[in-house]
DNA sequence: CTAATTCTTTGTTGATCGATAAAGAATAAA
DNA sequence: TTTATTCTTTATCGATCAACAAAGAATTAG
């Protein structure tokens, strides 16, 4: 073991990577760009971390491990599924329209249009967006069985449309929709979940299940 | 004028394009890829079309001339907000997952994480998204004034909420969700708009435009 | 010290990228 | 027919892609 120590922060130049590949995307951000990025040469980078799909994945990872989980935080973090939602929304704008920052989310923009040859990692991030839909409809079944939200509630169309609203805020942040108006249409979306909260009896025949 | 008449189609040639850039975005197709999806030697795309940037942008034209035309439809052919905006967002879903077709929406996925030198492409396709965007609003506008949704509405959030939601729909649809999940939470998302109708007093205090 | 190990530097690999040069082939105008 | 024009074929261009080989440099273990 041992031998010569590294000189380069390892964890400063994933950062670095993950800013690269949040900004262009995996095949949109080259190994050139990356060894201006992190100021290293591409040896130490394959040394350092494997490969250029390796790099990305560790990068996905530190991004969801902070700026990316939003949504993990406002489950673990709040005691209401109504609450927890519009956490979850409104951290998802702040991350996505941070200024100087790298706009939208890295999940949803960071490999859409990809080569054939890099299928995997586009199916990767969209497994991870799959994911992310399933537990958000979780949470809402578990607000339905605590009896937050009325037991007639479809929990999944619920959750589906949520998951496909913090989608489409990526797509609006990344093309430069100013972070109030995010908020303000998060405002309007809100009111489909307190349609469904228990003890709204008026709007009932509105927002049933559909057979 | 005159000269050697071309021997392939150039509308079928242009339809193959739009396929293989709409499945694969702009950069994940390659001139490569394109020789063979249409069949011809690629001096004659470049005769032909000029370059690969030209071929997308005219590829592009023709899928909004066409699968990507429900937006212009909807408003051109319906005569309520209300119903517009319905048609547009269900034609949005059946163009999104058509079988044995390309899924989602080509406007949104084709050029998102594209390398520096390809920023005019990308900037160029997320006009046309604000373009789609303010063309919401305006129609949600006009109902305003026309009296079909309540004076105090902010018809400005509701159109960006469902801009948001359509560029989500398309995300959701390349993810693979299936068709009736996305319409499924369509019907959630047109109760947004239900309660800004005119007529419906008893919803007036809780969809009031913000302050 | 020596030996083993790991990192850094430098230069380069073969493949693929978008794009075109040059020559031959097919048409219309004169 | 001659000439001009346009398309097709073939072969390739220089640039860039991700990745690595080899040798030198710096450390620890023994």
Redesign the interface.
Known sequence: MAGRPREFDRDKALEKARDAFWT???????MA?LVSALGIASARIYAAFGSKEDLFREAVGLYEANEGGFATRAFAGETTARRAIERMLREAVETYTQPGRPQGCMV?????????ENDRVQEWL?EH??TR?LSIVERLNEAVRDGELRPDT?A???G??Y??????????A????PKK??H??I???M??L??RLAGVP?FQH??AK?P
Do not use: K, P, W
């Open positions: 262009r995307g995996y095949e949109g951000t080259s760009d949803v923009s960071a490999a859409t249009n990809c080569a054939i969209a967006r799959r839909t479809n999944a169309a619920l589906d449309y998951a496909t609203l913090m989608h489409g805020l990526s797509v609006q990344r093309d430069g929709v108006r995010l303000d249409l405002t309007v979306a009111q489909a307190d349609a008026e509105h927002f559909q």
